[in-house]
C-alpha cells in the first residue's frame, strides 16, 4: 500500500512540472526578452537596478524615489495641492527652482515655525494665500520629503502619469518607448500565467479526487489488507466533535464578544460626530456651478460671514438679484419663486451644527484669524451638494488653535505678550493656544 501511494505521489509532482514547467519558462523568457527582470511586478520599474541616470528627479531622487514620492504626495498633500494647479494651496511647479530643499524640508514639517522665525519668502507665502495655515507633517523623514519634492518635479508641464509618477519613458531613457512596450508585454504575459496556473491547481483537486476514490476502489477489492489498513479505509471524518470541542467553542466566543465590544465602542465615540453628514436640501443649489465655475464669493450670499456670530443662510431675495434673469424657466429656481409668492422662506437643511454648550464665532475667525473657507469646509467650491468635510469635535478645534500662528506684526497689543513668550518658549511660535486659545472657558462659559 505504501508502495502504490508513493507512485501516486510521484505521478501527481510529475503530472504539475509537465504542465506548469513550459508556462513558467515561456514567462521567463518573455520578460527577459523585453528588458523585465523576471519577479517584477507587471507594469512596475525594478527598484535601483532599473532606473537609469536619466530618470533622476529633483533632490536626487531615482525612479524608486520618484514611485515613493508619489504615493506620499497622493496620502499628504494632495487635499490641498496639485502640481500644475491651485487647489487649496498653490501649484507647486517649480519649486524646486524656487526654494532649496533644506529650505523645504523644515517648511513642509512646521510652516508656522518657518514664518514664526520672519522668513521673509515664508511670510509673503503666508500672505498670498489668504493667511491660510498649512498642516505640519513632523512624522514625514528629510528623504521622504525629498522623495515628494522629486515626485513634483517629475509631473512638472503635463498632467500625473495614471498609477504612479515613473513613466514608462523615464525608466528607460532614451529607449523609454521599447521599455514601456516590453512592460506592457510582460503585464500581459503575467496575466496569462497566473491563469494557467489557476487552471493547473484546479487540474490538480481534481485530479487528487479522482486519483483518491480509484485508491479507495481498488484497495476495497484487495483481500490482503490487514486490520489497520482497512480501519484507515473505512474511518470517516466526525465533523460533530468540531462542535462539541469546548476549545473551538472557546474561540469562537472570544471572537464574537471581541467584535461586539469593538462594535459597541466605535458607537459610543462617534455619538455626536456628523463629519460627512450631507444632507438633501429643498432646492438642489450647487456650489460648485456658482463658487467654483462662476467664482461668486461666499460672501455676497453669506453676508455676515466676516461680520457676525454666524455665517447667515442666505435669504430668496439674494437669489433674484441673478436669477430674476438667469435661468427663470428652471424648475429649481421656480421653488425660489414659489417660496417668494407664499412669503415662506425656504428651508434649508442646516449641515454645520454646533452644540449650544460650545460658544463659537465666525468672524473671530474669517476676519481677525483671517481663516479661509477651505480651512474648515473643505473645497466647498467642488462641492454639487454640500456635507460637512472636517470633523468639528473640540480634539479638532483644539489642534488648530495648537498649530495656527498669530499675526501679530503691527498690532501693538501683542508687542509685551510675544515677548514674554519667546523669553521662555524659544524657537516656538506664538500660536492662539499661546494666546489662551485652549483654555476651557474661551469656548465654554
Not at 505640519?136 to 515628494?148: G, R
Not at 501693538?412 to 499661546?434: E, G, Q
Request: overall charge positive; charged content about 15%.
Amino acid at each position: 500500500m505504501n508502495s502504490f501511494l508513493s507512485r501516486t505521489s510521484s505521478w501527481v509532482l510529475a503530472l504539475f512540472l509537465a504542465v506548469a514547467a513550459p508556462a513558467f519558462a515561456q514567462d521567463a523568457a518573455t520578460v527577459s526578452k523585453n528588458g523585465v527582470t523576471p519577479g517584477t511586478a507587471a507594469g512596475a520599474t525594478p527598484a535601483a537596478a532599473a532606473a537609469p541616470a536619466g530618470a533622476q528627479g529633483a533632490g536626487g531622487g531615482d525612479a524608486a524615489a520618484i514611485a515613493a514620492g508619489d504615493a506620499l504626495f497622493k496620502n499628504n498633500c494632495a487635499q490641498c495641492h496639485a502640481v500644475n494647479d491651485k487647489v487649496v494651496g498653490p501649484a507647486l511647479a517649480g519649486i524646486t527652482k524656487r526654494r532649496s530643499i533644506s529650505w523645504l524640508i523644515p517648511w513642509v514639517k512646521n510652516s508656522s515655525k518657518v514664518i514664526a522665525s520672519g522668513d521673509e519668502y515664508a511670510v509673503k507665502l503666508f500672505n498670498d494665500n489668504g493667511k491660510q495655515q498649512m498642516p505640519a507633517f513632523p512624522q514625514l523623514s528629510d528623504k521622504e520629503i525629498t522623495s515628494i519634492m522629486a515626485w513634483v518635479t517629475s509631473q512638472e508641464g503635463g498632467p500625473a502619469p495614471a498609477g504612479g509618477g515613473v513613466t514608462a519613458a523615464n525608466a528607460g531613457g532614451a529607449d523609454g518607448k521599447d521599455a514601456g512596450a516590453g512592460a506592457a508585454a510582460a503585464g500581459g504575459y503575467t496575466d496569462i500565467l497566473l491563469i494557467v496556473l489557476v487552471v493547473v491547481l484546479i487540474v490538480l483537486v481534481v485530479t487528487l479526487a479522482i486519483i483518491a476514490n480509484l485508491m479507495k476502489d481498488v484497495l476495497q477489492g484487495r483481500k490482503d489488507l490487514d486490520g489497520r489498513d482497512v480501519e484507515l479505509l473505512e474511518q470517516r471524518f466526525d465533523w460533530t466533535k468540531l462542535y462539541r470541542s469546548t476549545a473551538l467553542r472557546g474561540i469562537v466566543g472570544t471572537v464574537f464578544a471581541l467584535v461586539l465590544l469593538y462594535e459597541g465602542v466605535q458607537s459610543v465615540m462617534a455619538v455626536g460626530l456628523t463629519q460627512g453628514y450631507q444632507p438633501t436640501q429643498p432646492i438642489a443649489f450647487s456650489h460648485k456651478i456658482h463658487a467654483g465655475e462662476n467664482q461668486i464669493n461666499c460672501a455676497y450670499c453669506h453676508t455676515s460671514v466676516y461680520k457676525a456670530k454666524s455665517a447667515n443662510i442666505p435669504s430668496a431675495n439674494i437669489c433674484m438679484n441673478c436669477h430674476s434673469q438667469i435661468k427663470t424657466e428652471s424648475p429649481e429656481i421656480k421653488k425660489i419663486y414659489r417660496a417668494i409668492e407664499r412669503k415662506q422662506p425656504i428651508q434649508w437643511v442646516r449641515v454645520h451644527n454646533l452644540p449650544d454648550l460650545a460658544y463659537f464665532n465666525h468672524s473671530q475667525h474669517t476676519q481677525v484669524g483671517g481663516i479661509q473657507c477651505q480651512t474648515c469646509h473643505g473645497p466647498i467650491q467642488n462641492m454639487e451638494v454640500v456635507y460637512q468635510y472636517s470633523a468639528l469635535t473640540m480634539g479638532w478645534c483644539i489642534n488648530c488653535h495648537r498649530e495656527t500662528p498669530l499675526n501679530t506684526k503691527g498690532n501693538a497689543y501683542y508687542d509685551n505678550l510675544v515677548k514674554l513668550h519667546d523669553k521662555s518658549n524659544n524657537a516656538v511660535p506664538f500660536t492662539v493656544s499661546s494666546n489662551g486659545g485652549t483654555e476651557c472657558s474661551k469656548c465654554h462659559y
